[in-house]
């Protein structure tokens, strides 16, 4: 049988018409998906392509800028944020 509910708090975490969200933490609601300044880890490689609305990763980043250090040469370095030093 199916259960109606308004809302369900249980802890620091509210589900309710709206969506799911986490006190001090992230949300995932109507309007989309706040981190709540949280580090979001764990993401798989999303295709990078002109038209892609994937999400890319720290990994990708890093290809991406290793790529474009190859390219340049001599003593360009990869910053850890992914920025290039020549």
């Not at 006190?23 to 309007?31: A, L, N, R, V």
């Not at 300044?37 to 720290?58: E, M, R, W």
Request: charged share 15%; net charge neutral.
């Amino acid at each position: 049988k199916d259960l109606t509910l308004n809302s369900v708090t249980t802890g620091d975490s509210v589900l309710n018409n709206n969506g799911l969200t986490i006190k001090d933490g992230p949300s995932i609601t109507k309007d989309g998906i706040n981190a709540g300044g949280k580090k979001i880890t764990d993401v798989a490689n999303g295709v990078i392509a002109q038209n892609s609305k994937d999400a890319v990763n720290g990994g990708q980043v890093h290809h991406i800028s290793n790529s474009i250090k190859n390219s340049i040469g001599g003593n360009t370095v990869v910053n850890p944020d992914g920025s290039l030093t020549t």
